[in-house]
């Protein structure tokens, strides 16, 4: 009985966030992702500062740390 159901968290779920496909959906390259998050854990809020986006959206992209 895994919790969520099927398919929840997605392939390696609790791994590293695809920062590709993060990336793609916020607009930016990979490499302004990576930086702005720095190293783990991530600072989601500085983060969606560096970039110009809501931490909402950041959060959608990327997942909960």
Known sequence: ???????????????P???AA???TLGVSVAELARALGPPPPN???AAQ???VSLAEL???VGPP
């Open 1 to 15: 009985p895994g919790a969520g159901g099927p398919g929840a968290g997605g392939p390696g779920a609790g791994g």
């Open 17 to 19: 966030p695809d920062l």
């Open 22 to 24: 993060a990336a793609a």
């Open 44 to 46: 989601l809020p500085a």
């Open 50 to 52: 560096i970039l110009g």
């Open 59 to 61: 959060e959608a992209a």
